[in-house]
C-alpha cells in the first residue's frame, strides 16, 4: 500500500520531501524492526545543531520488544491520538536538552535542534517505506515521571512509526482527514524578500 500524496510546489522539491506526510492509518499487523530503529535514531544522529552539540534525546518504545513501556508511553497521550496510536508498534519521545555540553549554559537552541533531528528522523521513516506522525497531545509531565527524564530536559514530541494502513482501521471521524488534499500556507505568508513587509514571490 503507498502512502504517497505528494506535496503542490511552486518549483521541484526531491521527492521525499514532497512524499513526506503525516498519516494516522498504520497497520497494527507489522512491527518496525530493530535495523529500521537503529536506522531512523541514525538519521537524527546526523542532524545539525549549534556547536554541534546534539541536544536531543530519544526514549524508544518498542510494543514488540518492551510491550509494558509501550504501553506506559501510550497511556501518556491524549485520548484523541490514543484513538489512532493504539495500531502503532513504535513510539518515540523527542526529549530537548536545556544547557551546552561544552560549557553548561543554557542552551536556546535546544529545542530548535530538536526538532531539526525529529525532522531527520521522520525523512529517514519516509525514505524506508515507513510512515512517521509528530504529536503534541501529550502529557510531558507525566511522560517525564514515568520514564526518569532529568529536570533539564523538555518532553517535545511523541512520534508514532509503523507501516502505512487502510484509513478503515481508523474512528470515523479520522477517516476524512486521512484522505483530504494537503495544504500549505503560500510562500509568500511564509517568506519574505529581506524586510518583514516584502513577501517573497515566486
Known amino acids: 500500500m503507498s502512502s504517497s500524496r505528494q506535496a503542490d510546489v511552486a518549483e521541484p522539491i526531491h521527492e ?31 542532524a545539525p545543531s549549534c556547536f554541534g552539540d546534539e541536544p536531543w534525546r530519544f526514549l524508544v518504545y518498542d510494543r514488540a520488544s518492551a510491550s509494558e513501556d509501550w504501553e506506559r508511553a501510550f497511556a501518556c497521550l491524549v485520548e484523541g491520538n490514543q484513538a489512532w496510536v493504539k495500531n502503532a508498534p513504535l513510539l518515540l519521545a523527542a526529549v530537548a536538552g536545556a544547557r551546552f555540553r561544552h560549557n553548561d549554559k543554557p542552551n536556546r537552541w535546544a529545542q530548535y535542534d530538536t526538532g531539526a533531528a525529529s525532522v531527520s528522523l521522520c525523512l529517514q521513516a519516509s525514505a524506508l517505506g515507513l510512515v512517521a506522525h509528530q504529536m503534541g497531545g501529550f502529557n510531558g509531565s507525566l511522560l517525564a515521571e514515568t ?30 482527514k486521512e484522505s483530504a488534499q494537503r495544504q500549505r500556507q503560500p510562500l509568500e505568508v511564509i517568506a519574505f524578500a529581506g524586510r518583514w513587509s516584502a513577501p517573497y514571490r515566486a
Open 16 to 46: 521525499l520531501i514532497a512524499n513526506r506526510w503525516s498519516p494516522r492509518a498504520i497497520d497494527p499487523d507489522r512491527p518496525v524492526t530493530r535495523a529500521q530503529i537503529t536506522s531512523l535514531l541514525e538519521a537524527a544522529r546526523w
Open 147 to 176: 520514564f526518569g527524564i532529568p529536570e533539564d530536559h523538555t518532553p517535545m514530541a511523541m512520534i508514532a512509526v509503523g507501516h502505512p494502513g487502510e484509513p478503515q482501521l481508523l474512528p470515523e471521524a479520522l477517516r476524512e
